[in-house]
Nanobody, 126 residues
Framework: QVQVLESGGGLVQAGGSLRLSCAVS????????TGWFRQAPGKEREFVAA????????QYGDSVKGRFTISRDNAKNTVYLQMNSLKPEDTAVYFC???????????????????WGQGTQVTVSS
């Protein structure tokens, strides 16, 4: 059984930083790309970032590029999202996802991920 567990969310002031973690079990983690998505109230799910199996490739959503950094530690079966220069518009529930195909690439589409965590709330105050 695949388990995806996010942590690290919370309340932060604008301009601050947070680091999200996502622990994955039940799958050979190093074989699958992983990603972060977010969803704010009343809005559609939005791609945030993704990293390939051995961190050769990363992709970022336009709204977070230059501020967020995704990384992974295959020895710990964990993926991270370092969020800097946070803005109120970054407020959302952040979801970690594991790719559905053992692939060397990355995808921005949620349809290419089939294991999702429950999400962790990030709130940025102005």
């Amino acid at each position: 059984q695949v388990q995806v567990l996010e942590s690290g969310g919370g309340l932060v002031q604008a301009g601050g930083s947070l680091r999200l973690s996502c622990a994955v079990s039940g799958v050979t983690f190093r074989h699958y790309p992983t990603g972060w998505f977010r969803q704010a109230p009343g809005k559609e799910r939005e791609f945030v970032a993704a990293v390939s199996t051995y961190s050769s490739f990363t992709q970022y959503g336009d709204s977070v590029k230059g501020r967020f950094t995704i990384s992974r530690d295959n020895a710990k079966n964990t993926v991270y999202l370092q969020m800097n220069s946070l803005k109120p518009e970054d407020t959302a529930v952040y979801f970690c996802a594991v790719g559905s195909v053992a692939s060397a690439g990355v995808s921005r589409s949620g349809n290419d991920y089939n294991h999702w965590g429950q999400g962790t709330q990030v709130t940025v105050s102005s």
